[in-house]
Structure formats: C-alpha cells, structure tokens
C-alpha cells in the first residue's frame, strides 16, 4: 500500500502532534520543532508503518526517539524524533555513532541531523522476526541472511564499535529485497569491549524467539557447541575464529 504524505503542519494537531513531542507536547515545542524540520528540509510526513501509538502508524519507538517515514525535499527518509523525555540532551552523538557504522557500510546511509532530528535513509522491509516467520522461506535464502548479518556484525567489532542491543537482534535488522540492514544505533558505543558477534550469534541461535523459529528452519548444532564457539571468538577475535563460527553453523 502506498504510503499517505501529509504536510509537516499535521504535527500541530492531534494525535499527530504526540509524535513530535512525545510523550506530553507543548505548543512551544510543536512550533521550534517544526521550524528546526522546515531548516532540515523536511516538508512532508507519513503516518505509517508496523507500530502503532495512539491513533499513528510509525516505523519505529524507542527510548530515545520515535522514527517515522517523511520527504525531505523529493527523497523518501526515515526520521527520528527526539523524545521530550529522552536522557540524549541532543541527537548528535548518535548521528556520530551512525557516520562511523556507515564507513564500513553497516547500518543505514546517514544524510543530516540537528538537536532534535536524525534523517537516514529509509530501508524498506520487514524485521528479521517477522521474515522469518514466514512460511516458504527456503533454508539457503535463511542461512544467507544469517550470513549476512553476522558479517556485518564482525565489521562492526572490527572497528570497536559496539551496537549495545544485539541481544535483541529480532528488533534490530531489516530484511530487505536486496540487502540486510542493522539499524538503532542509539545505544552504541565506542567506548566497551564490542560484543556484536557473540550478541547476534545467541540471539540468532539460543534461546529467544527468534531462535525457536530458525532452528524450525534450519538444521543448526546444539547450543554447547555454539557456545564454545561463542567463546572460542572471544577470545581470539580473528578473521579464523570468524570463519569457524560460520563454518560450523553451516552458513
């Protein structure tokens, strides 16, 4: 279905007027943060997506943040909006966080930012669950995904840069037609030991929902075995204790 674009004044009446400002909006703010989108190049908005708030459709909610779809000049953007009661004073750090990801090509294309806004590049598809709930899903296309993801996953411990949420990797990868994108990158950091792999691996594998539903899929080793390869990465954190895990798991 084809998204319903609006023009960002939507933002100064109810229900709409929450998403900017959630959760308890003040005129004062509807208004400075519709001239902070207007210098942004936001001019048009759409309510939808999977998550529902109130009476809006948007793409996506966390504690920093509400992402919904919106038009910046002609593009199709994914725009996350700074929630009034988030602990970030700023978006930036999170800006710079996504920049780093995007070096290494992880993560969705960053264009612009400002203190209450972050626009990105909006990736169409569905949340790894959810695709792979699906029935038909042919176990090479699974095993590729995983593939996918877990080398982007190793990229990312590559360069020190951990995602923070991969433990919950269900809410965290879009699959899409033509790639897997992680996304969220609001709890990441530069400053821990990354943990990406190891995350993704036992969400993927052990003990989540996602879990149960690939090793319906998926003939996959038994969990002692994934985790002294868990471990086995750890510790040695090489392109071969990378390999290994792959190789083991079949992908």
Not at 68 to 78: E, H, P
Not at 87 to 94: G, I, L, T, V
Not at 182 to 208: H, K, L, M, P
Request: charged share 30%.
């Amino acid at each position: 279905m084809k998204p319903h674009f609006q023009s960002i004044s939507v933002f100064t009446k109810e229900p709409y007027k929450k998403i900017l400002a959630f959760p308890k909006p003040k005129d004062s703010e509807i208004k400075k943060r519709i001239v902070e989108l207007k210098k942004l190049g936001i001019s048009r908005v759409s309510f939808s997506g999977p998550l529902q708030i109130g009476k809006c459709q948007i793409l996506g909610k966390g504690y920093v943040g509400m992402v919904v779809l919106a038009k910046q000049n002609r593009n199709l953007v994914a725009l996350k909006i700074r929630r009034i009661d988030s602990p970030r004073k700023n978006m930036s750090n999170e800006a710079k966080l996504l920049k780093f990801a995007n070096k290494i090509d992880v993560g969705p294309k960053f264009i612009k930012n400002s203190k209450n806004f972050l626009i990105m590049e909006y990736v169409e598809g569905e949340k790894i669950i959810d695709w792979a709930r699906k029935s038909g899903k042919k176990s090479r296309k699974i095993r590729s995904v995983i593939n996918n993801v877990l080398r982007d996953c190793y990229f990312l411990d590559s360069i020190g840069l951990d995602h923070g949420e991969l433990s919950t990797i269900d809410k965290h990868v879009i699959v899409g037609k033509n790639k897997n994108t992680i996304i969220d990158f609001e709890s990441s950091s530069t400053g821990r030991q990354s943990s990406n792999v190891s995350s993704a691996t036992q969400a993927i594998f052990i003990g989540t929902g996602l879990a149960k539903i690939i090793r319906k899929k998926i003939k996959v080793p038994r969990k002692n075995k994934i985790i002294r390869l868990i471990r086995n990465y750890k510790k040695m954190r090489t392109d071969e204790s990378f390999n290994e895990l792959l190789e083991e798991l079949k992908l």
